[in-house]
Nanobody, 124 residues
Framework: QVQLVESGGGLVQAGGSLRLSCAAS????????MGWFRQAPGKEREIVAA????????YYADSVKGRFTISRDNAKNTVFLQMNSLKPEDTAVYYC?????????????????WGQGTQVTVSS
């Protein structure tokens, strides 16, 4: 089992950047695929980015391609989401998630472990 804690959210102007971090407990972090999701008010939770256990394969939603970068540091049990060129439509609660699998996972139902979320607000 793994516990996840996100940090790094906040208020930023459009065009700005934020870096989210997700710290995981447990000694087998490197065995988990990781994902970042977001949920805006009145909308369903959606995938933002995902990364394979080794970091060698990634996935991005079309809406964030070229602006967001997911990465991980298995030595520090942490996954990151670098968000650049932020837009007001990126405003949401961002969640990290973990699944013990060797492949990239892109659907929420495949992730059994979730963090509590961190708010990202982008002002216009």
């Amino acid at each position: 089992q793994v516990q996840l804690v996100e940090s790094g959210g906040g208020l930023v102007q459009a065009g700005g950047s934020l870096r989210l971090s997700c710290a995981a407990s447990g000694r087998t972090f490197s065995s988990y695929a990781m994902g970042w999701f977001r949920q805006a008010p009145g909308k369903e939770r959606e995938i933002v980015a995902a990364i394979r256990w080794s970091g060698g394969s990634t996935y991005y939603a079309d809406s964030v391609k070229g602006r967001f970068t997911i990465s991980r540091d298995n030595a520090k049990n942490t996954v990151f989401l670098q968000m650049n060129s932020l837009k007001p439509e990126d405003t949401a609660v961002y969640y990290c998630a973990a699944a013990r699998t060797l492949v990239v996972v892109t659907t929420a139902r495949e992730y059994p472990y979730w963090g509590q979320g961190t708010q990202v607000t982008v002002s216009s």
